[in-house]
T-cell receptor
Framework: SQQGEEDPQALSIQEGENATMNCSYKTSINNLQWYRQNSGRGLVHLILIRSNEREKHSGRLRVTLDTSKKSSSLLITASRAADTASYFCATVSSSNTGKLIFGQGTTLQVKP | GAVVSQHPSRVICKSGTSVKIECRSLDFQATTMFWYRQFPKQSLMLMATSNEGSKATYEQGVEKDKFLINHASLTLSTLTVTSAHPEDSSFYIC??????????????FGDGTRLSIL
């Protein structure tokens, strides 16, 4: 079953601008992960943030986690045309069965 | 490192055919692999968890006799869509997690298989 809601569903920005995507979930989690998917391809892992962490950075990516609100955000700074893809959050429940439950995803278009 | 290879990338076949999809972890051992299904412009839906040397665990609503999963070694899991029909047409993706408790590590995904049943 799908757990997360992501918003916006679609986002279109100009190269150089920042992109922010939000994810909400329903159950207690062990960790939350963000993935990227180019059209017709598999997923690429971006960042994993544990339930006891509040913020994490990787290059131009910044992820926050608010467990009290059961929400997370992904910020991509100084976007590039090559960032055009779908972005998914996924949660691992606190029972840590290893299963990922995916949100609905945000489709990002970065215009050159 | 952590490469997952999925084969074939695309299959087009007639209704009633059984189709086997392979998922291999190339440079790590994967005690657990996962199979997902994705419809156009939608998210991934977990179908089943494949455990090496034991039976797969299927998600609710997924027919185990329809989607046969075999995880015979630490580097290979297969999904067989038996007697496929047009409604089975979809994008199937596998993933694997290497080392430790699988939930504490990122999953590594194959490039998916586009299955089209005529």
């Amino acid at each position: 079953s799908q757990q997360g809601e992501e918003d916006p569903q679609a986002l279109s920005i100009q190269e150089g601008e920042n992109a922010t995507m939000n994810c909400s979930y329903k159950t207690s989690i062990n960790n939350l992960q963000w993935y990227r998917q180019n059209s017709g391809r598999g997923l690429v892992h971006l960042i994993l943030i544990r339930s006891n962490e509040r913020e994490k950075h990787s290059g131009r990516l910044r992820v926050t986690l608010d467990t009290s609100k059961k929400s997370s955000s992904l910020l991509i700074t100084a976007s590039r045309a090559a960032d055009t893809a779908s972005y998914f959050c996924a949660t691992v429940s606190s029972s840590n069965t290893g299963k990922l439950i995916f949100g609905q995803g945000t489709t990002l278009q970065v215009k050159p | 490192g952590a490469v997952v290879s999925q084969h074939p990338s695309r299959v087009i076949c007639k209704s009633g055919t059984s189709v086997k999809i392979e998922c291999r972890s190339l440079d790590f051992q994967a005690t657990t692999m996962f199979w997902y299904r994705q419809f156009p412009k939608q998210s991934l839906m977990l179908m089943a968890t494949s455990n090496e040397g034991s039976k797969a665990t299927y998600e609710q609503g997924v027919e185990k006799d329809k989607f046969l999963i075999n995880h015979a070694s630490l580097t290979l899991s297969t999904l067989t869509v038996t007697s496929a029909h047009p409604e089975d047409s979809s994008f199937y993706i596998c993933s694997a997690s290497g080392g430790g408790r699988s939930g504490n590590q990122p999953q590594h995904f194959g490039d998916g298989t586009r299955l089209s049943i005529l």
